[in-house]
């Protein structure tokens, strides 16, 4: 007996996959409560008291990161970061039309992007490490991929902050997002009055801010919360109306800032496969590319060295860009750099040679200046203690004629150390032994000659 086969059912079979789709993708299942969700993303929203500082400290960590170059420390600054909650806090009170809410957040948000940059400037004002790292360096060019890392980590935060069990993913969307360091590296195109980097950082902040408020909008309208409720409905109308403008007002500059961070992305990309394909020349090499986008009219400037590009293969290039997407665009060749005048090359040598030789001169001038001084000192010295060893032998004679029983002598200019005071002097001393020692008035009366006798303001002398 043979089996009919049954026939397919394609809207059945349909049913079944979006029913298997739906269970899977449910949002509904393990929703935390809606108020719960609502206060607490409300308390997030503050900044005071421990927020504030610990938002302070943070950006300390963050800009010290920054400054020496360490990803780890920019993470970690990141994770203590309670920068998220007046974002998400606005996208919330947009898509419950809480204007309060809103106007709350905003205030916040706006004290703690002010605290943010004005301490990252502070830090970056005292710091002896004025050089732009890496990590510096890759937060002042938005690109299409801050977009969407700032659109789903945003649809992360929110998914997450909307269930009872919460997970690690707030923290995740922190680190992601990467809110801090922009404020960080703005800090630092004030500090050092580099504005390029304070526009384009703080760019980057307003993309991540603005996209991340803008996915939070999109989960809560999902999840169906209830919009806020009024006293009347001429107040609530009101509120809408207030709330459509800012979303307005906000979308307008975003749509724009993305179709720019888009056009840039692909530029760079389109420039890049140009360069690649058609700028690739047996004896010439291109040592730089710079890729200038701008929406009227963009540059790609090569600078290149070796065999010189003529001006028909330039005319040839130039001719292929619209094959890339890039019909706006402007190629600027820079070259003949290894071409020099030998002429030139000889008076270059000639200055090198020249001004090596005034340098050894002037070396050797001063070697022997230094020698000569020392010679002189040297001199001097030699004199010196010629002409007191001269001057000792004629005042131990003169003094032989006025007593008799002294048998030995001896005078020297040295230094005296008191070690009392601390202090260094340099006088006469005068040693004489006798056969029979003098009285004290005698001595006393010795030590005032010798002062005369050697002209000199302090002498003591020394009996045996």
């Given at each position: 007996?043979?089996?009919?086969?049954?026939?397919?059912?394609?809207?059945?079979?349909?049913?079944?996959?979006?029913?298997?789709?739906?269970?899977?993708?449910?949002l509904?299942?393990?929703?935390?409560?809606?108020?719960?969700?609502?206060?607490?993303?409300?308390k997030?929203?503050?900044?005071?008291?421990?927020n504030?500082?610990?938002?302070?400290c943070?950006?300390?960590?963050?800009?010290?990161?920054l400054?020496?170059?360490?990803?780890a420390?920019?993470?970690?600054?990141?994770?203590?970061?309670p920068?998220?909650?007046?974002?998400?806090g606005?996208?919330?009170?947009?898509?419950?039309?809480?204007?309060q809410?809103?106007?709350?957040?905003?205030?916040?948000?706006?004290?703690a992007?002010?605290?943010?940059?004005?301490?990252?400037?502070?830090?970056?004002?005292?710091?002896?490490?004025?050089?732009?790292?890496?990590?510096?360096?890759?937060?002042?060019a938005?690109?299409?991929?801050?977009?969407?890392?700032?659109?789903?980590g945003?649809?992360?935060?929110?998914?997450?902050?909307?269930?009872?069990e919460?997970?690690?993913a707030?923290?995740?969307?922190?680190?992601?997002?990467?809110?801090?360091?922009?404020l960080?590296?703005?800090?630092y195109?004030?500090?050092t009055a580099q504005?390029?980097?304070?526009?384009?950082?703080?760019y980057?902040?307003?993309?991540?801010?603005?996209?991340?408020a803008?996915?939070?909008?999109?989960?809560?309208?999902y999840?169906?919360?209830k919009?806020?409720?009024?006293?009347?409905?001429?107040?609530?109308?009101?509120?809408?109306?207030w709330?459509?403008?800012?979303?307005?007002?906000?979308?307008?500059?975003?749509?724009?800032?993305?179709?720019?961070?888009?056009?840039?992305?692909?530029?760079?990309?389109?420039?890049?496969?140009?360069?690649?394909?058609?700028m690739?020349?047996?004896?010439?090499?291109?040592?730089?590319?710079?890729?200038?986008f701008?929406?009227?009219?963009?540059?790609?400037?090569?600078?290149?060295?070796?065999?010189?590009?003529?001006?028909?293969?330039?005319?040839?290039?130039?001719?292929?860009?619209?094959?890339?997407?890039?019909?706006?665009?402007?190629?600027?060749i820079?070259?003949?750099?290894?071409?020099?005048?030998?002429?030139?090359l000889a008076?270059?040598?000639?200055?090198?040679?020249t001004?090596?030789?005034?340098?050894?001169?002037?070396?050797?001038?001063?070697?022997?200046?230094?020698?000569?001084?020392?010679?002189?000192?040297?001199?001097?010295?030699?004199?010196?203690?010629?002409?007191?060893?001269?001057?000792?032998?004629?005042?131990?004679?003169e003094?032989?004629?006025?007593?008799?029983?002294?048998?030995e002598?001896?005078?020297?200019?040295?230094?005296?150390?008191?070690?009392?005071?601390?202090?260094?002097?340099?006088?006469?001393l005068?040693?004489?032994?006798?056969?029979?020692?003098?009285?004290?008035?005698?001595?006393?009366?010795?030590?005032?000659?010798?002062?005369?006798?050697?002209?000199?303001?302090?002498?003591?002398?020394v009996?045996?």
């Open positions: 007996m043979k089996t009919t086969p049954q026939p397919f059912h394609t809207p059945e079979f349909v049913r079944q996959v979006k029913g298997f789709l739906t269970h899977i993708f449910n509904e299942e393990g929703k935390a409560d809606e108020d719960c969700t609502i206060e607490e993303i409300k997030g929203v503050e900044f005071r008291g421990t504030l500082w610990i938002l302070i943070a950006i300390f960590i963050a800009s010290i990161g400054n020496v170059n360490s990803t420390v920019i993470i970690g600054a990141m994770l203590i970061s920068l998220m909650g007046p974002i998400i606005i996208g919330l009170g947009i898509g419950i039309f809480d204007l809410l809103i106007r709350r957040a905003l205030i916040n948000l706006a004290i992007v002010v605290i943010s940059v004005i301490t990252s400037t502070v830090y970056f004002l005292i710091t002896p490490l004025s050089d732009a790292q890496t990590e510096i360096l890759a937060r002042t938005p690109t299409l991929w801050d977009v969407l890392i700032a659109l789903f945003g649809f992360a935060g929110i998914i997450a902050g909307s269930r009872k919460k997970s690690n707030i923290p995740g969307v922190a680190i992601a997002t990467a809110l801090m360091p922009p960080c590296t703005a800090g195109g004030l500090a504005w390029n980097y304070f526009f384009g950082a703080f980057l902040f307003s993309i991540n801010s603005v996209f991340i803008f996915s939070t909008v999109l989960i809560v309208r999840l169906r919360y919009p806020k409720q009024y006293v009347d409905e001429k107040t609530a109308r009101r509120v809408k109306i709330i459509g403008m800012l979303v307005i007002a906000t979308m307008i500059p975003s749509i724009f800032i993305a179709y720019n961070v888009v056009q840039k992305s692909i530029f760079e990309r389109n420039a890049r496969t140009f360069l690649e394909r058609e690739s020349y047996p004896a010439t090499q291109v040592i730089n590319q710079q890729l200038v701008r929406p009227d009219t963009s540059r790609i400037i090569v600078t290149c060295i070796g065999q010189t590009i003529d001006s028909t293969q330039m005319i040839a290039a130039s001719q292929k860009l619209s094959q890339y997407g890039l019909s706006r665009t402007q190629l600027i820079r070259q003949n750099y290894n071409e020099v005048n030998s002429n030139t008076m270059f040598n000639q200055q090198l040679r001004g090596i030789l005034e340098d050894l001169y002037k070396k050797n001038e001063e070697v022997i200046k230094d020698k000569d001084d020392q010679i002189t000192m040297l001199e001097k010295e030699v004199i010196r203690y010629r002409s007191q060893e001269s001057e000792s032998g004629d005042i131990s004679k003094l032989k004629v006025e007593h008799a029983n002294v048998t002598f001896s005078l020297m200019y040295t230094p005296i150390h008191n070690l009392q005071e601390g202090k260094t002097d340099t006088i006469f005068a040693y004489a032994r006798f056969i029979r020692r003098p009285s004290n008035s005698e001595v006393k009366r010795i030590e005032e000659w010798l002062k005369v006798r050697t002209k000199a303001k302090v002498l003591k002398l009996v045996q």
